[in-house]
């Protein structure tokens, strides 16, 4: 993990207005690639480049409307950096499950890079199973919001899972699912390989992935590329006001019917 003291984070934010693209200069190369020494390690990546709505990820807890449910969500932006924050692609992505794009009764869905769990738990509202995942320091955080956001009778459609990705993939099966979803989750050029191998063993011919981003570098055009080598992908949704685009991808040669 890459941790910033509050202190002086706050003071790069006062000081210096255009905070992402310095870090992201000081986590590359020249070449731009990560850096070395933060192999292995989340990247801090703040939302936008005036740094004002970092502030928010201070908030211990946000509050939520979906499904007619109140979602409160917790965050710990100090100790987990950006696995504990709700992110604005988070919300787009719920907001367009929840208006009924695809019909999730049912679906067995799977969420990568989960964070604090708002995804998932919005799509279990929707009536799917979704077994919902991160890395394993993530994991306990997850699950308090989970619990503490979902009715006793819907609980058990959500799984909490640890999941690496490139790692460890027998764990999940070829063809369970039939959603998976993201939402930023493509940020660290590092992570994209992985990433992309993770996307090809979940997805079987009948899966439809969903992944919510916003894009800020080339870098992030790559990944997409590199998914489109792979599978089908074209943009389905746009939110001019948060920035956030999403992308609805499925094998090749795959009839788009879910």
């Given at each position: ?26 986590l ?13 390690k ?8 005036e740094?004002?709505?970092i ?12 499904v ?19 992110w ?17 009764q ?16 919005v799509a ?19 699950k ?6 979902l ?12 999941l ?45 992935i969903?992944l919510?981003?916003?894009i ?17 992908v074209?943009e389905?949704?746009?939110?001019l ?18």
């Amino acid at each position: 993990m890459v941790f910033f003291a509050h202190s002086i984070l706050h003071q790069f934010l006062q000081v210096f207005p255009g905070f992402f693209d310095a870090v992201s200069s000081f986590l590359t190369t020249t070449e731009g690639k990560p850096s070395p020494w933060i192999k292995d390690k989340m990247a801090l990546v703040p939302y936008d480049a005036e740094g004002l709505g970092i502030q928010k990820f201070y908030k211990p807890l946000t509050t939520y409307k979906f499904v007619n449910h109140t979602i409160q969500i917790k965050q710990d932006w100090k100790q987990l950096g950006v696995a504990a924050v709700v992110w604005d692609a988070a919300i787009v992505l719920c907001t367009y499950l929840e208006m009924g794009a695809l019909n999730l009764q049912g679906c067995s869905a799977v969420e990568l890079g989960a964070g604090t769990g708002l995804v998932g738990i919005v799509a279990a509202l929707l009536g799917a199973h979704v077994t919902i995942t991160d890395r394993k320091i993530a994991l306990d955080f997850l699950k308090s919001n989970v619990q503490a956001n979902l009715p006793q009778d819907i609980q058990p459609k959500a799984v909490v899972k640890e999941l690496t990705w490139g790692q460890n993939l027998g764990n999940f099966s070829s063809d369970k699912f039939d959603l998976i979803l993201g939402a930023d989750i493509i940020y660290l050029e590092e992570t994209f390989a992985d990433l992309l191998q993770t996307l090809e063993h979940l997805c079987s011919d009948h899966s439809v992935i969903l992944l919510s981003c916003r894009i800020r570098y080339e870098r992030d055009q790559n990944f997409l590329k590199m998914l489109g080598n792979h599978f089908t992908v074209h943009e389905v949704h746009y939110d001019l006001e948060k920035d956030v685009h999403i992308y609805k991808a499925h094998r090749r040669n795959h009839k788009d019917d879910l």
